[in-house]
């Protein structure tokens, strides 16, 4: 998992040769605290096929306000500078993982 700024955004995600869920969060968000932990998991799951950013976006609020994020958690899974899917909320590991395949097909 690795922590991304407006500044590296374009090179860590969008020229990223393999998929990257992007989860945008802030420290005062509860949900984006609840999926942490399960980020993390899945994160170790996916391995090689998966790249996990985390983008805060009270530090980072250009990136957001490009992608439309209007609400926390958002997360969005970018592949070869594409959005390939967007889910905004908490989501229980089952149904991350269930997003995450979906869009890796």
């Known amino acids: 998992m690795i922590n991304v700024t407006d500044n590296d955004f374009p090179k860590a995600v969008l020229e990223s040769e393999i998929p990257v869920l992007v989860d945008f969060w802030a420290e005062w968000c509860g949900p984006c605290k609840m999926i942490a932990p399960i980020l993390t998991e899945v994160s170790e799951e996916y391995g090689e096929k998966l790249v996990i950013a985390k983008v805060d976006v009270e530090a980072n609020p250009n ?43």
């Open 63 to 105: 990136t957001p306000a490009q992608y439309s994020v209007r609400g926390i958690p958002a997360l969005m899974i970018f592949h070869r500078g594409e959005v390939i899917g967007t889910k905004v909320g908490a989501l229980s590991k089952a149904q991350l993982k269930e997003f995450i395949d979906e869009c890796l097909g």
